[in-house]
């Protein structure tokens, strides 16, 4: 009967149902379902390669973010000069791309410091518990009681106004949230059945809390940075506009609304131009990483 025809067994999954979808490859589809968070990240990605791809092609046409022309001060936009120049003559267009990859940069660094403090902190506060917990946690308690913007000025003002100590002194205020969270991710996760099998295997704790404590809480960890990096540019523009930031010759979109406020009334475009580029960042930003954090909730992946 029926000789030569193969009959497929009913419960053989096919290839894709076998091969199944890791937590990292649905959060990215669930990702680019979220239309805000996709169009925040294209626009980083542009307003990045603006401040750096079209900042070195800006130079290589002679245009400089140092050069002045008092004949063309306060110039309005025009073919030659799209947002104008300011008091000084220089070209506002330059001035801005430059502002954005200091301003950038200032965000990328000083939260990447913020997340090695944090993370490192929140994880061994966690992980050992106990009294060594308590005494961390009070630490970070008095830490919060202390006004970060106030602490970062008086930082810069002993240390120098150097674009380093910027880093380090940002980074060194905004860590303490991180490391709550990352005490909360761990003390649930050092329950689970694997850290145990680790322990009992008697790894060391620094190998545990390194090869498999922080590496399963990324998630959290990366969804917060990209929510920090908005906070950490709003405060440089702070300390900038006060005067205590990047110091001229270089600038930053702090430093460039300051400028732009004090004559915002004769030349508007002053500070229309960098405050618009600051605020569009700060969105694309908030808006990524609203979209992360619904992406990489656990409880949504499971529904």
């Known amino acids: 009967m029926a000789e030569g025809i193969t009959i497929q067994p009913e419960s053989a999954p096919n290839a894709a149902q076998d091969q199944g979808a890791s937590l990292w490859k649905d959060s990215w589809h669930r990702l680019k379902k979220?239309?805000?968070?996709?169009?925040?990240?294209?626009?980083?990605?542009?307003?990045?390669?603006?401040?750096?791809?079209?900042?070195?092609?800006?130079?290589?046409?002679g245009y400089s973010h140092e050069s002045q022309n008092l004949?063309?001060?306060?110039?309005?936009?025009?073919?030659?000069?799209?947002?104008?120049?300011?008091?000084?003559?220089?070209?506002?267009f330059v001035r801005v791309l430059y502002g954005g990859r200091i301003s950038l940069m200032v965000g990328i660094c000083a939260t990447a410091v913020s997340l090695i403090i944090g993370v490192l902190y929140g994880a061994v506060s966690g992980f050992?518990?106990?009294?060594?917990?308590?005494?961390?946690?009070?630490?970070?308690?008095?830490?919060?009681?202390?006004?970060?913007?106030?602490?970062v000025i008086l930082l810069m003002v002993v240390f120098g106004k150097k674009l380093i100590l910027i880093f380090l002194a940002i980074g060194?205020?905004?860590?303490?949230?991180?490391?709550?969270?990352?005490?909360?991710?761990?003390?649930?996760?050092?329950r689970q059945e694997f850290i145990e099998a680790a322990q009992a295997?008697?790894?060391?704790?620094?190998?545990?809390?390194?090869?498999?404590?922080?590496?399963?809480?990324?998630?959290?960890?990366?969804?917060?940075?990209?929510?920090t990096?908005?906070?950490?540019?709003?405060?440089?523009?702070?300390?900038?506009?006060?005067?205590?930031?990047?110091?001229?010759?270089?600038?930053?979109?702090?430093?460039?609304?300051?400028?732009?406020?004090?004559?915002m009334e004769q030349f508007p475009w002053l500070l229309i131009f960098p405050a618009g580029a600051l605020s569009l960042a700060l969105f694309s930003l908030n808006f990524l990483g609203d979209g992360l954090r619904d992406a990489l909730d656990v409880r949504a992946s499971k529904d």
């Open 201 to 227: 295997l008697g790894l060391r704790k620094r190998r545990i809390i390194l090869r498999h404590i922080i590496p399963n809480i990324l998630g959290p960890v990366i969804v917060y940075a990209t929510l």
């Open 128 to 151: 050992l518990g106990g009294k060594v917990d308590s005494v961390m946690m009070r630490i970070v308690d008095i830490m919060y009681a202390l006004p970060f913007t106030i602490f």
């Open 229 to 263: 990096v908005p906070g950490v540019m709003l405060l440089e523009s702070f300390i900038s506009f006060l005067g205590l930031g990047v110091q001229a010759p270089a600038t930053s979109w702090g430093v460039l609304i300051d400028e732009g406020a004090k004559a």
């Open 34 to 61: 979220n239309r805000m968070a996709v169009v925040g990240g294209i626009i980083l990605i542009l307003l990045f390669l603006a401040c750096t791809v079209g900042l070195l092609l800006a130079n290589l046409l």
């Open 71 to 92: 004949i063309l001060g306060s110039a309005a936009p025009s073919w030659q000069h799209w947002m104008g120049t300011d008091i000084l003559g220089r070209d506002l």
């Open 172 to 190: 060194a205020v905004e860590w303490l949230t991180m490391a709550r969270i990352v005490r909360g991710q761990v003390m649930s996760l050092k």
